[in-house]
């Protein structure tokens, strides 16, 4: 679905996230402050990412709208 470096780059930038829908702003929020805090977990965080999107439409057009 989305590139492994996208989703990487989705939770490690500090791209606005304002046209997102909210689960979406919070879930991405949580992951952004996980990395910084314990950067060994990109893995599992981008993952994380990956299935939330695959799990929810609307997560995924909101991935699907982010600039790559």
């Known amino acids: 679905m989305f590139s492994h470096s996208f989703l990487a780059g989705v939770i ?3 791209q606005d996230l304002s046209q ?11 992951l952004r402050i996980e990395i910084r805090n314990t950067p060994t977990l990109l893995e599992a965080k981008i993952e994380e990412l990956a299935d939330f999107a695959k799990a929810n439409a ?11």
């Open 58 to 68: 609307f997560a995924a057009d909101d991935l699907a709208k982010m600039p790559r």
């Open 20 to 30: 997102a829908s909210l689960a979406t702003r919070i879930l991405i929020g949580r």
């Open 12 to 14: 490690q930038s500090n």
